[in-house]
């Protein structure tokens, strides 16, 4: 019983509180329960398993579509498959082996949007009009932060609903969100457009606060900015949670008052960066209009900062969440605890203001040849004939070949 114990805290610890990865082997072969599909593969990692789940995804016609496209014309996620495939390259000198690399900015963002998909689709339901959103270039960059919040809350134990996507007679938010302990939140997930030189979130909490929402409001919002070390605390504190705290008595919503909201801000900016290491995320957890939490919030003492934390548990954890999210490992891998981790060094305090965490580390990633200029097949089982990657040719190409 002590050793289930120990070993499901180390699960936890590794994949967070969502559904634990399911799969085994057999006969050479890597057999993975995704939701109640499974997939079967000679991967050697998850990050092989995820290589090939994202490509069944979105479809390899779709892929190689835009692979046809000069490189500045493709759509994003194949701007960052043909990063990692490069860098592949670079790194790895003997296919089908295993090795690990530093982590990349388009590693990051492939791979990270990889996992997500595979979490939706394992805990909840992967939608196809959200995978359709996906590829329409002008709906990316809100339906890729989509499926990091819906990650996030995942991991962080939150049993989600998805909102009816045929039903258009009213807005409303992305999904609902139960905690462990039973409360019911309404999410909505914005993200700015890029290229701003500022940190306000005013606008985009507008807009969500607008959406028909059956639930306290958890209303998530990314900055979308490059990283910016010189940016201190004082800064994303005055810039993005001052700008919601300036908007509390004007903002009017369908007539009326604007409705309270738990606000967190975030910044995942792997992407402004394809080729570079990752850069620090931040994650700031504040409120509009809830009093005792954030900004309203004036902790003289422990005591006080204790029973804060204790009831809006809820919201510490996904804070937690968003700080240890990672790309795990198998789970009977050797290399249990060197999965994709952004979160090494963090900054936590509460500051009578709000929760910060600046995140920032060189990470390791365990990857093999994915993207190949030719292919070899071998029969899979029951005559299924798989497609295996060769190495890609020692020269830089200026075009990868097959998705």
Known sequence: MEEHKARELQRQHQQGLGRPIISTDFRGYKIVAVGSAVHWGKWKTFFDFLSD???SVLGSDWGNAE???PLNERHPIMQWYDAVCHYQQRTIPEPDNVHTAPMTGATAAYFGLAYNLYLLAHNVDLQRKLVARLKKPDQFRGAYYETLV???FILSGFELT???E???SESHCEFSAKSKNGAMYSVEAKSRGPNKDHLDVGMQLAKALHKTAAHQRIVMIDVNVPDDPPRTADVWLGEAMGG???RESTLIVNGQAAPPAFVVVTNHPYHHDLEGPIGGMAVLAGEFKIPDFGLGGRLTTVRQAFETKQKYADIFALVDAI???????????????RGLDMSALSLRFFEADALLSLTSQESLVTVRPRCSERRTSSPGPKGVTWALPSPLPRRKAERVAGF
């Open 53 to 55: 789940y994202i490509r």
């Open 67 to 69: 692979i046809a496209k």
């Open 150 to 152: 819906a990650a996030w």
């Open 162 to 164: 998805l909102e009816n």
């Open 166 to 168: 045929s039903d258009v």
């Open 244 to 246: 919601l705290q300036r």
């Open 323 to 337: 700080q240890k999210y990672r790309i795990p490992c198998w789970p009977e891998s050797s290399l249990l605890n």
